[in-house]
T-cell receptor, first 114, second 116 residues
Framework: GESVGLHLPTLSVQEGDNSIINCAYS??????FIWYKQESGKGPQFIID?????DKRQGQRVTVLLNKTVKHLSLQIAATQPGDSAVYFC?????????????FGAGTRLAVHP | DTGVSQDPRHKITKRGQNVTFRCDPI?????LYWYRQTLGQGPEFLTY????????KSRLLSDRFSAERPKGSFSTLEIQRTEQGDSAMYLC??????????????FGPGTRLTVL
């Protein structure tokens, strides 16, 4: 079946460095893509989304890049902070049955070292 | 706190017992979702409600699982005759609106189930 997956299970970075988390997807019909952050013991928290007709979107310290040619999504975090340590999931959204269906990948753990 | 809440946060049960979890969505949200998450994996969709109507169920939702949202507000997820394979985090999320543009599902903290 079609799925969303991640290249790296764990990413370690130094505080202050930029982080890049990558994701590959297989469903070219997805309408949106979302990045979620999940801290230990908490539910996923929305970070940023991007529409399938865009290739870049910026938020506060985060940028999402979408390359539809190679079906690749990335999340860039500028000046990574200890509070950014978490598991990051990309998810694709398909509008199906009258609602937005989320399909998550397996996640990448980001560890920020001082 | 006006976010999504779930109760209990943790549940330990013996194999074969029934368990029930509750989710209270954000009050103005008419859409409610249940997900299951195992360690190291992303959440997997279980079921979706719009108001009180259960509109979609995943094949993951076996006949031992049942979900309700009787008044279109809070929802319950019951697992009958629990098995060790049911051990997971059960997440609830809610969202608002009918537009395709509105993508954000707000997640609760989850209920962690351990079946011994």
């Amino acid at each position: 079946g079609e799925s969303v997956g991640l290249h790296l299970p764990t990413l370690s970075v130094q505080e202050g460095d930029n982080s890049i988390i990558n994701c590959a997807y297989s469903n070219s019909a997805s309408d949106y893509f979302i990045w979620y952050k999940q801290e230990s013991g908490k539910g996923p928290q929305f970070i940023i989304d991007i529409r399938s007709n865009m290739d870049k979107r910026q938020g506060q310290r985060v940028t999402v890049l979408l390359n539809k040619t190679v079906k690749h999504l990335s999340l860039q975090i500028a000046a990574t902070q200890p509070g950014d340590s978490a598991v990051y999931f990309c998810a694709e959204i398909m509008f199906s049955g009258g609602y937005n269906k989320l399909i998550f990948g397996a996640g990448t753990r980001l560890a920020v070292h001082p | 706190d006006t976010g999504v809440s779930q109760d209990p946060r943790h549940k330990i049960t013996k194999r074969g017992q029934n368990v029930t979890f509750r989710c209270d969505p954000i009050s103005e949200h008419n859409r409610l979702y249940w997900y299951r998450q195992t360690l190291g994996q992303g959440p997997e969709f279980l079921t979706y409600f719009q108001n009180e109507a259960q509109l979609e169920k995943s094949r993951l939702l076996s006949d031992r699982f049942s979900a309700e949202r009787p008044k279109g507000s809070f929802s319950t997820l019951e697992i009958q005759r629990t098995e060790q394979g049911d051990s997971a985090m059960y997440l609830c999320a809610s969202s608002h609106g009918d537009s395709r543009v509105n993508n954000e599902q707000f997640f609760g903290p989850g209920t962690r189930l351990t079946v011994l």
